[in-house]
T-cell receptor, first 117, second 113 residues
Framework: DAGITQSPRYKITETGRQVTLMCHQT?????MFWYRQDLGHGLRLIYY???????DKGEVPDGYVVSRSKTENFPLTLESATRSQTSVYFC????????????????FGPGTRLTVL | GDSVTQMEGPVTLSEEAFLTINCTYT??????LFWYVQYPGEGLQLLLK?????DKGSNKGFEATYRKETTSFHLEKGSVQVSDSAVYFC????????????FGKGTMLLVSP
């Protein structure tokens, strides 16, 4: 009954390195999301996925890559990390949309704090 | 585009004080509105929601009413506790995009004994 987990919880890397943040959910939720949280900006959507092999850009996708080969996993890759990508990253999942006007709650993981030196 | 504006914090209160955190939004049509809460070191949790005008969402003593005429969704609690100290986020789900959320910047609440 782990729910939604993220790994690692903390990561320090250097500019130019590739970094992958992992997200795993055990509920078989259709939708998964990646957000970044920064002071003064709140949460901003990076990418989301409606199902395996279906992904779409959010508000701030530049510099990030996602994939979703399995329903339960949604890794986020920073191909060449920059200092501006220092942030706390949250993964979330949600059941299938209930239809017009019906919102399904998003469930959040504990976050990954990433520092790019 | 859609946006959410909430009051800047931190909001500092004594235990048992009345809480109001203001939230206004800009969106097309009738979005669904939410308050999420983030306790220290944790992810966000849904606190309450309202899906149409004049709906009142409530949970754990917190309330918010969807006001279409003022495009607002202010969060209130009659008597806060130290355990309510957290960051509170107002958010909306746009019409036609019911699986994505637009968040405000968050308001930190600090409650002292």
């Amino acid at each position: 009954d782990a729910g939604i987990t993220q790994s690692p919880r903390y990561k320090i890397t250097e500019t130019g390195r590739q970094v992958t943040l992992m997200c795993h959910q055990t509920w078989s939720h259709s939708y998964m999301f990646w957000y970044r949280q920064d002071l003064g900006h709140g949460l901003r959507l990076i990418y989301y996925s409606a199902a395996a092999d279906i992904t779409d850009k959010g508000e701030v996708p530049d510099g990030y890559v996602v994939s979703r080969s399995k329903t339960e996993n949604f890794p986020l890759t920073l191909e060449s990390a920059t200092r501006s990508q220092t942030s706390v990253y949250f993964c979330a999942s949600s059941p299938t949309s209930g239809g017009a006007g019906i919102y399904n709650e998003q469930f959040f993981g504990p976050g990954t704090r990433l520092t790019v030196l | 585009g859609d946006s959410v504006t909430q009051m800047e914090g931190p909001v500092t209160l004594s235990e048992e004080a009345f809480l109001t955190i203001n939230c206004t939004y800009t969106a097309t049509g009738y979005p669904s509105l939410f308050w999420y809460v983030q306790y220290p070191g944790e992810g966000l949790q849904l606190l309450l929601k309202a899906t149409k005008a004049d709906d009142k969402g409530s949970n754990k003593g917190f309330e918010a009413t969807y006001r279409k005429e003022t495009t607002s969704f202010h969060l209130e609690k009659g008597s806060v506790q130290v355990s309510d100290s957290a960051v509170y986020f107002c958010a909306l789900s746009a019409v036609g995009r019911y699986s994505t959320l637009t968040f405000g910047k968050g308001t930190m609440l600090l409650v002292s004994p």
